[in-house]
Structure formats: structure tokens, C-alpha cells
């Protein structure tokens, strides 16, 4: 079974400021990882993704994730903070099941101060 | 590419009514998948379709709910004798045959918020 543990459910942080999001997964396949983003009352929208051909995921909006096995974990970083960075973020892994049904964690909401 | 719909974009209904959700995926994704999300979680699997074909169905999804894809396009969820644990948004995804399905990327719909009085 795959699970994913997302630590802090709300994290601040100045316009400017580093943003790093905490994702820790469990697996007992290699697994696909997936960080997602959601504006209020709308869908999830894809950061990017990791599939193993690099470790280090650059995705849009200046956001990037590095996966470290030793360590289990997908963690979501950009430089400078942007007010439009508020959201919720979620991490999210697939893997040989059927089809690519996607587990979620349980979210870290964004918020940043001007 | 115009994206996932789902309609409609709020549905508000009185416990023991029956609901439906439509979901139309982009349209040359085969695979549609339905997942619920409650306030401050994650989103949930509820089941998975592969053209017309129901593969998958989570525990989740209780004998009050039905999910259909006739003709391996659109899709719609229905719900039987709502109670009022089941409001939730309800959110559709979609992806396309990539030759290795397990990081193909879901695209989701924008969700119907469902609200049980």
C-alpha cells in the first residue's frame, strides 16, 4: 500500500521568503510522485512530477522538488515567496496499481504575508 | 484541450434526495477517474474508468453511489438517498494513454461542491 504524510497543515511565510512544503511517502515499489496545486473552489492543477529520470523536478511557477530515497520524502521548494503562491498544495504518489490512481496527502495550505 | 467540466458547479439538496454529476474529460483521455474531497483533506479515490469500462471502485464508494461511462466519453455519478455525510466536493479527472500509465498526470475538472440540508 502507498501513503503519503504531509507535515504542517499550514505554513506562513513573507512575500519573498523560501517556501518549503514537506512530503513524505511510503511505498514498497519505486514510486511516482506528483505535487499539486489547488486555488479556492477550483480543481487540482499539476507542479510537476517525478518519474525517475531525475531527482531534482523543476516545475512551473518556479517551484522544484528533489526526491530523496534514502529519506522517503518529496519535498517542494521555490526561492521567493509570491502572494499569488497562496493555495493549498498537495503531494501525491502513484504506482503499479490499476490504472494510475493517485494517493493524496492531506494538504498544506500556503499562506503569504505581504 | 478545454480542459475537464464537471456540471454542475454546486448542487445544494435536502437528505434522502437523489443527485447526479456530470463529467465530460478532455477528450481524447480514455481514462476518467472520480475522487471526493471533504473540507481541509486530501481528495479520496472513489473509482476509475478505462473507456466504458468501471475497473477500479474504492470502499468508499457505498452501494448509494453509481458511476457510469456509456459510451467511453462522459461520465456521471450518482448519488441515491443523500445523507448528510456525503457533502463534499466531488472532483473528476481525467489522463491520457501514455505508454507508461502510472505517471501519466490526472488533469481535474474544477469539482461539484455537493451540500446535504
Known amino acids: 500500500a502507498q501513503s503519503v504524510t504531509q507535515l504542517g497543515s499550514h505554513v506562513s511565510v513573507s512575500e519573498g521568503a523560501l517556501v518549503l512544503l514537506r512530503c513524505n511517502y511510503s511505498?514498497?515499489?519505486?514510486?511516482?510522485l506528483f505535487w499539486y496545486v489547488q486555488y479556492p473552489n477550483q480543481g487540482l492543477q499539476l507542479l510537476l512530477k517525478?518519474?525517475?529520470?531525475?531527482?531534482l523536478v523543476k516545475g512551473i511557477n518556479g517551484f522544484e522538488a528533489e526526491f530523496k530515497k534514502s529519506e522517503t520524502s518529496f519535498h517542494l521548494t521555490k526561492p521567493s515567496a509570491h502572494m499569488s503562491d497562496a493555495a493549498e498544495y498537495f503531494c501525491?504518489?502513484?504506482?503499479?496499481?490499476?490504472?494510475?490512481?493517485?494517493?493524496f496527502g492531506g494538504g498544506t495550505r500556503l499562506m503569504v504575508k505581504p | 484541450d478545454t480542459g475537464v467540466s464537471q456540471d454542475p458547479r454546486h448542487k445544494i439538496t435536502k437528505r434522502g434526495q437523489n443527485v447526479t454529476f456530470r463529467c465530460d474529460p478532455i477528450?481524447?483521455?480514455?481514462?476518467l477517474y472520480w475522487y471526493r474531497q471533504t473540507l481541509g483533506q486530501g481528495p479520496e479515490f472513489l473509482t476509475y474508468?478505462?473507456?466504458?469500462?468501471?475497473?477500479?471502485k474504492s470502499r468508499l464508494l457505498s452501494d448509494r453511489f453509481s458511476a457510469e461511462r456509456p459510451k467511453g466519453s462522459f461520465s456521471t455519478l450518482e448519488i441515491q438517498r443523500t445523507e448528510q455525510g456525503d457533502s463534499a466536493m466531488y472532483l473528476c479527472?481525467?489522463?491520457?494513454?501514455?505508454?507508461?500509465?502510472?505517471?501519466?498526470?490526472?488533469?481535474f475538472g474544477n469539482g461539484t461542491r455537493l451540500t446535504v440540508t
Open positions: 479527472a481525467s489522463s491520457s494513454p501514455e505508454v507508461s500509465s502510472y505517471n501519466s498526470p490526472l488533469h
Open positions: 511505498s514498497s515499489v519505486p514510486p511516482y
Open positions: 477528450s481524447e483521455h480514455n481514462r
Open positions: 501525491a504518489v502513484s504506482g503499479p496499481n490499476a490504472g494510475n490512481m493517485l494517493t
Open positions: 517525478y518519474t525517475s529520470a531525475a531527482t
Open positions: 474508468f478505462q473507456n466504458e469500462a468501471q475497473l477500479e
